[in-house]
């Protein structure tokens, strides 16, 4: 009812909304044949279980990736300072991302730019590419290298971020040398960047030591130690003082693109440290220094600890024990990372060292270290099945003719990395590393063993009590 005097009003029959307008054929981003067999799920819709499995379309991940201005800073600079490369080219985005590298290219006058990426995080990137106008110049492509087919025959210059911790560990070399291979042109074809380099040094830390390692030796009362050799065994992401460091570094890793090989993103390889200081060596880190050779002006960055910071920060290896070292002492030995497993997998990589001291007659053992760069509830899976491979490869006469055929291999290995002396008149320094050379190519009875190379030497580990006679 309604009151006397008002009048009822009529209600209004509201029309159906418009059907959206279709995008233009100019705006559809370019898809490959292969994705749209497979069922798809955008980004917008995905769940918290979703994001485990794809990781970098995470918006966290997105910033902490383009938040570090050290890497950012250096491709958009390698890129618009680089205009006469990239004007009028073709260019491969590799792991593009939201397509920050692809802007820059596109930027600075590619004529065409196909970004690739398996991840969901696409869906923000072709907003992103039309926000900013490079619709008909960015193709967004989705999909694995493998499986995506690119509308051209060849490229002209491939950009990848394709560096991971310690350089190699969930690294994208496999993807660049697989891209290099098939599309980048033979003669003329530029990778962004080509070059780097892996170095270590000696490192004091011992709060962070006690923090993640020492800690579970008395949690809350209760004893843990079993807990304590996990935590030893994987390495540590963190920032590095420059004070911390006690040794001069050492380059354990070169690596060229334009060359490399999946045999190249594994290494061994003798090294030499000085100390420059006294104190407890609690372990090793490493770092690394990555160029663009292409470049009419040198152009690079650096995750050196004396730099600015960057999302990979530097990988610390804690030893077991720590190494009291006095200044101007010598520490020598073998390093080698490799992946676990058949094949080249850089998500799965282990790191292992030797360290001696002393006169190589009588060398002292101070650490012999291995640690796994991946989560520790793998570890122990695969220590399990490593136990139950060897046991099953004892018998094995395919093991058998493997380990000859590495032992041929070794008397090919060139001995020559350890440092050479600068000048004619050998330093007492220097004579030590020349006998070290020479003890590597005698036959002596006793020998060590440094990863795969064995080092003919009598060893001594450190601390060893003597028995002497007992005085009269």
């Not at 955008?42 to 990736?65: C, G, K, L, P, W």
């Not at 420059?242 to 290494?267: E, I, R």
């Not at 990372?337 to 053992?365: A, K, W």
């Amino acid at each position: 009812m309604t009151r006397r005097g008002t009048a009822r009003k009529t209600l209004q029959v509201t029309s159906p909304p418009k059907p959206l307008a279709k995008t233009p054929k100019k705006a559809q981003m370019c898809r490959s044949p292969n994705i749209d067999k497979q069922p798809a799920k955008s980004v917008y819709t995905m769940t918290s279980r979703d994001f485990q499995s794809d990781t970098n379309a995470h918006v966290e991940v997105i910033a902490e990736n383009l938040k570090d201005f050290c890497c950012i800073n250096f491709f958009q600079a390698a890129i618009m300072h680089n205009k006469h490369l990239f004007r009028g080219r073709t260019v491969l985005d590799i792991g593009c991302g939201v397509g920050i590298l692809s802007l820059f290219a596109a930027k600075a006058g590619a004529a065409h730019v196909y970004a690739v990426d398996s991840s969901n995080v696409l869906d923000y990137t072709e907003q992103i590419v039309r926000d900013n106008g490079y619709v008909d110049v960015i193709h967004v492509i989705k999909g694995s290298l493998e499986n995506i087919v690119l509308p051209v025959e060849e490229v002209d210059i491939i950009i990848c971020n394709w560096l991971g911790y310690s350089m190699l560990f969930q690294a994208a070399c496999n993807s660049v040398i697989y891209a290099r291979d098939k599309w980048l042109k033979k003669d003329n074809g530029i990778i962004l960047p080509d070059v780097a380099k892996l170095f270590m040094a000696a490192i004091e830390d011992n709060k962070r030591k006690n923090e993640r390692v020492e800690w579970w030796n008395d949690v809350y009362g209760v004893n843990m130690k079993c807990v304590r050799d996990f935590a030893l065994s994987e390495p540590s992401f963190q920032l590095v003082e420059p004070k911390q460091l006690m040794s001069t570094q050492f380059g354990v890793k070169y690596l060229n693109m334009y060359t490399a090989t999946k045999k190249d993103l594994q290494f061994r390889c003798k090294y030499m440290l000085e100390m420059q200081r006294g104190g407890h060596m609690d372990g090793i880190v490493t770092y690394f220094h990555v160029f663009f050779s292409k470049s009419h002006t040198p152009m690079g960055f650096s995750t050196d600890p004396s730099v600015w910071r960057t999302h990979w920060m530097q990988t610390v290896f804690f030893f077991d024990k720590s190494v009291y070292v006095k200044a101007g002492e010598l520490y020598y030995g073998g390093i080698e990372m490799c992946s676990v497993g058949d094949g080249c997998n850089l998500n799965n990589m282990e790191l292992s060292l030797e360290m001696f001291s002393g006169d190589p007659s009588q060398l002292q053992l101070e650490a012999e270290m291995r640690w796994k760069m991946k989560p520790h509830a793998a570890i122990i899976n695969d220590r399990i099945l490593e136990k139950s491979e060897t046991i099953a490869e004892k018998s094995d006469a395919s093991v058998k003719n493997k380990i000859a055929k590495d032992e041929k291999e070794k008397q090919h290995v060139d001995t020559k990395i350890l440092l050479a002396p600068k000048k004619n008149d050998c330093s007492p320094k220097e004579s030590i590393a020349k006998t070290v050379k020479e003890y590597s190519v005698t036959n002596v009875p006793t020998s060590v063993e440094i990863g795969n190379y064995s080092y003919p030497c009598n060893v001594v580990k450190r601390n060893k009590k003597v028995k002497n006679s007992k005085k009269g």
